[in-house]
């Protein structure tokens, strides 16, 4: 593995300019594939997952629609969502319009979402597409409707904030892959080809605690370092999903906004599950005293979609 799993150190500039060279998928799955890293989920691990439900307890692992009631703060919620309510006299309909991108809805990012940054490539798609068939009316290749059947599999949930004995993740130290080791080992975990790889970072916490915590973007909340990078693609996970994103405490100048997003979803093609919230589930492995469940998570059918709002299911 990198540098960063294998000394325990920071990701530096070096080593992830070459992430998107070491941990390029293009092509691995053929020149047809809209799966990505979804393609690591099999028969087998699914049956797997299934065998995991002994409680018969469900618990979601979705934030509420952010409404200007839910979240008001324009900065975190710069397009609130909109819900309008149609009453009587015999019935009740509502609206709901959504804008699920940014850091408040739970969604799921597809593989059309993000473009390569690389001055070389001109901007690319994940499997080397070009990006001109995202249009105005939907993208023509790697979009949401393509994982219609739903993702199902093993989740594991890394949570950090409990490793560290700490409320949630400290802005200045970001989650770092060799963190999801010391945890799997704690727990008893064997990363599993096709895991959902689920981090909490305490993201409930962090802004109960903070208020007045002035949101900006690129991220400047806690969250997790390019490293994590390193341990998805060596345990062959299927799919990222977190509560808190990328960290804007960094110590490198990674020439990135969103640095995670960059190199996973156009070069690795692996889907990102994110503003999951964790809290109910991180309650739920404590009481089982285990952290793998079977994982659902069902995307709307968007034709054309550059992704989807969700609300993952994990099932005991």
Same mark, same amino acid.
């Given at each position: 593995?990198?540098?960063?799993?294998?000394?325990?150190?920071?990701?530096?500039?070096?080593?992830?300019?070459?992430?998107?060279?070491?941990?390029?998928?293009?092509?691995?799955?053929?020149?047809?594939?809209?799966?990505?890293?979804?393609?690591?989920?099999?028969?087998?691990?699914?049956?797997?997952?299934?065998?995991?439900?002994?409680?018969?307890?469900?618990?979601?692992?979705?934030?509420?629609?952010?409404?200007?009631?839910?979240?008001?703060?324009?900065?975190?919620?710069? !397009?609130?969502?909109?819900?309008?309510?149609?009453?009587?006299?015999?019935?009740?309909?509502?609206?709901?319009?959504?804008?699920?991108?940014?850091?408040? =809805?739970?969604?799921?990012?597809?593989?059309?979402?993000?473009?390569?940054?690389?001055?070389?490539?001109?901007?690319?798609?994940?499997?080397? !597409?070009?990006?001109?068939?995202?249009?105005?009316?939907?993208?023509?290749?790697?979009?949401?409707?393509?994982?219609? =059947?739903?993702?199902?599999? !093993?989740?594991?949930?890394?949570?950090?904030?409990?490793?560290? =004995?700490?409320?949630?993740?400290?802005?200045?130290?970001?989650?770092?892959?060799?963190?999801?080791?010391?945890?799997? =080992?704690?727990?008893?975990?064997?990363?599993?080809?096709?895991?959902?790889?689920?981090?909490?970072?305490?993201?409930?916490?962090?802004?109960?605690?903070?208020?007045?915590?002035?949101?900006?973007?690129?991220?400047?909340?806690?969250?997790? #370092?390019?490293?994590?990078?390193?341990?998805?693609?060596?345990?062959?996970?299927?799919?990222?999903?977190?509560?808190?994103?990328?960290?804007?405490?960094?110590?490198?100048?990674?020439?990135?906004?969103?640095?995670?997003?960059?190199?996973?979803?156009?070069?690795?093609?692996?889907?990102?599950?994110?503003? #999951?919230?964790?809290?109910?589930?991180?309650?739920?492995?404590?009481?089982?005293? !285990?952290?793998?469940?079977?994982?659902?998570? #069902?995307?709307?059918?968007?034709?054309?979609?550059?992704?989807?709002?969700?609300?993952?299911? #994990?099932?005991?």
């Amino acid at each position: 593995c990198e540098m960063g799993l294998r000394d325990r150190q920071p990701t530096t500039i070096e080593e992830y300019i070459n992430y998107k060279i070491k941990y390029n998928n293009w092509n691995r799955w053929g020149k047809e594939d809209q799966l990505g890293t979804l393609n690591h989920i099999n028969k087998e691990g699914i049956r797997h997952a299934n065998s995991l439900v002994k409680e018969g307890q469900t618990v979601s692992c979705s934030n509420p629609i952010a409404t200007p009631k839910v979240i008001s703060d324009l900065k975190r919620n710069p !397009r609130p969502a909109d819900h309008i309510m149609t009453v009587g006299p015999l019935s009740s309909g509502d609206y709901v319009g959504v804008s699920y991108h940014g850091f408040v =809805n739970t969604h799921i990012d597809a593989l059309c979402h993000i473009f390569t940054n690389s001055v070389d490539e001109g901007g690319r798609l994940y499997n080397d !597409r070009d990006p001109s068939l995202v249009t105005d009316v939907g993208a023509l290749t790697n979009s949401v409707d393509n994982w219609k =059947n739903g993702i199902v599999t !093993r989740g594991v949930l890394y949570d950090i904030p409990q490793l560290r =004995n700490e409320d949630y993740v400290a802005l200045d130290r970001p989650v770092e892959g060799w963190e999801l080791e010391d945890w799997a =080992n704690l727990v008893g975990i064997i990363p599993k080809t096709g895991d959902a790889v689920l981090i909490r970072s305490g993201a409930d916490a962090f802004w109960k605690s903070n208020p007045d915590f002035e949101f900006s973007f690129p991220p400047n909340t806690p969250g997790n #370092a390019p490293s994590i990078i390193e341990y998805l693609y060596d345990t062959s996970a299927a799919i990222l999903g977190w509560d808190l994103q990328e960290s804007g405490a960094m110590a490198y100048d990674y020439s990135a906004r969103i640095p995670i997003h960059e190199v996973v979803i156009p070069y690795m093609g692996l889907p990102l599950l994110d503003n #999951a919230n964790f809290e109910e589930l991180s309650n739920m492995c404590r009481k089982y005293n !285990r952290y793998e469940f079977l994982l659902v998570i #069902a995307p709307l059918i968007v034709n054309g979609g550059t992704g989807s709002p969700v609300n993952p299911i #994990a099932i005991f």
